[in-house]
Nanobody, 125 residues
Framework: QVQLVESGGGSVQAGGSLRLSCVAS????????MGWFRQAPGKEREFVAA????????YYVDSVKGRFTISRDNAKATVYLQMNSLKPEDTAVYFCAERRVGARLYDRQYEYGYWGQGTQVTVSS
């Protein structure tokens, strides 16, 4: 049974920073590409970032490029999302997810088989 547990969310003012963590358990973490998604109130869940299993390649949605950084520590079975220069429009529940083996796309929810429970990020202006 795979478990993903996010932490690190909170409330910050615009321009501030937060670092989200997601700890995985239940299988060999380093085998899987990991991703972060977010869902704002009244909106669909959207892709934020992904990182390949060896950490070499990363992907970002355009709106967070240059502000967010995804990273991972396979020894700790943890994936991180460093969020800088936060904006009110970044307010959402953030979810980490484990991409399915053999999946082709990085930014589609259906390519991810396991999800965490989410952590709230609120950015005030």
């Amino acid at each position: 049974q795979v478990q993903l547990v996010e932490s690190g969310g909170g409330s910050v003012q615009a321009g501030g920073s937060l670092r989200l963590s997601c700890v995985a358990s239940g299988r060999t973490f380093f085998t899987y590409t990991m991703g972060w998604f977010r869902q704002a109130p009244g909106k669909e869940r959207e892709f934020v970032a992904a990182i390949t299993r060896n950490g070499v390649t990363t992907y970002y949605v355009d709106s967070v490029k240059g502000r967010f950084t995804i990273s991972r520590d396979n020894a700790k079975a943890t994936v991180y999302l460093q969020m800088n220069s936060l904006k009110p429009e970044d307010t959402a529940v953030y979810f980490c997810a484990e991409r399915r083996v053999g999946a082709r796309l990085y930014d589609r929810q259906y390519e991810y088989g396991y999800w965490g429970q989410g952590t709230q990020v609120t950015v005030s202006s």
